[in-house]
């Protein structure tokens, strides 16, 4: 791949990252220490969920510079905007301040109510 072509890429998913993502890292941080985040999502064995392991992958990539990105944090960032986009369009009807639903989108930095 052509180099100009690997930074257009790069800036895509970091851009579409940065939209998906609408918490900052101390922000994420904060809510990722709360007991609503940690009882919410998928995990196996009952130890720590698929999206809080996520979120603190988030809070470090949220720190990182975009010129230090690895190909592994920019995989990171496309799942992300992935589950972001999917999730926001399985909204319930009513007010969603204390459900499930918005705390599972909160564990991977994205707060429908911002």
């Not at 970091?14 to 904060?30: G, P, W």
């Not at 592994?72 to 909204?91: E, T």
């Not at 499930?100 to 909160?106: A, E, H, T």
């Amino acid at each position: 791949m052509a180099q100009a072509q690997k930074h257009a890429d790069r800036d895509r998913t970091v851009d579409a990252f940065e939209e998906a993502v609408n918490m900052t890292a101390a922000r994420l941080e904060k809510w990722l220490a709360t007991e609503e985040s940690k009882s919410v999502g998928q995990s196996d064995g009952g130890g720590e969920s698929v999206g809080h392991a996520s979120g603190r992958r988030i809070v470090g990539l949220l720190r990182t510079k975009r010129g230090d990105l690895s190909d592994g944090d920019l995989a990171h960032m496309r799942k992300v905007v992935g589950y972001v986009h999917r999730h926001v369009k399985q909204r319930p009807g009513g007010d969603v301040t204390d459900t499930r639903w918005r705390y599972s989108l909160m564990n991977w930095g994205h707060d429908p109510l911002n």
